[in-house]
């Protein structure tokens, strides 16, 4: 059974390491710490995507920043409350690390596949450009009762047909992971700037349940 729910989130990353290992927390005296891992898209940006991973797997007491490494693992969101409300925090939790030679090329570099359902009503516009877009909340169910809330983005024909699901339909995506930054207002006249952090669909199908 628990290997069944791992399959419906499956995350393949490989990059170079941009952070020192940071504390986030403890289970049943395991500590679990956070580091940044730059992937490069092919119009030579990147993205940097923050990894969940334990003190077991890791030397978290060393430095990797300009390591390259590859990492197997799942696409989990947590709620943190701050500012009187709560915030979706993204991470991917590692379950598998491999540090890689120098000139190592991934055949997966930055690769997510999700099996879950529709929780609210997609939002589909267009840019200014007219570029069609369309915003997915997808629920994918993990052991024990818990579930992770993905944020996902269509573009295109795929953008169109998601604007018809229903809440509650069951739907596949495969796609990558990227980060975006964007300012938020905080008072009257100060901004943060924050990272956010989708999926960016390239594939999607519809499931028929039995």
Not at 39 to 59: K, Q
Not at 156 to 168: L, P, Q
């Amino acid at each position: 059974m628990t290997d069944k729910v791992f399959d419906n989130n499956q995350v393949s990353i490989a990059g170079e390491v941009i952070s020192e290992f940071e504390y986030s927390h403890d289970v049943f005296g395991e500590g679990f710490y956070t580091i940044d891992v730059s992937v490069g898209r092919l119009s030579n940006s990147s993205d940097v995507i923050p990894l969940m991973i334990s003190e077991r797997l890791m030397d978290v007491k060393k430095s990797y920043v300009g390591k390259y490494i590859e990492i197997l693992g799942q696409f989990r969101s947590y709620n943190r409350h701050e500012e009187n409300r709560n915030r979706l925090v993204l991470s991917v939790f590692v379950r598998e690390v491999k540090i890689c030679d120098e000139g190592y090329e991934s055949p997966k570099p930055n690769y997510i596949f999700l099996d879950g359902y529709v929780c609210k009503q997609p939002i589909y516009r267009k840019t200014p450009l007219g570029r069609e877009i369309a915003d997915i909340l997808l629920a994918v169910n993990r052991p024990y009762g818990k579930s992770d809330y993905i944020p996902c983005i269509c573009w295109g024909r795929n953008a169109r047909f998601a604007e018809n699901f229903t809440v509650g339909g069951h739907i596949q995506v495969f796609g990558r992971i990227q980060s975006r930054e964007y300012q938020k207002k905080v008072g009257d006249e100060d901004f943060e700037r924050r990272v956010a952090y989708e999926v960016s669909v390239s594939k999607l199908e519809c499931i028929e349940d039995n």
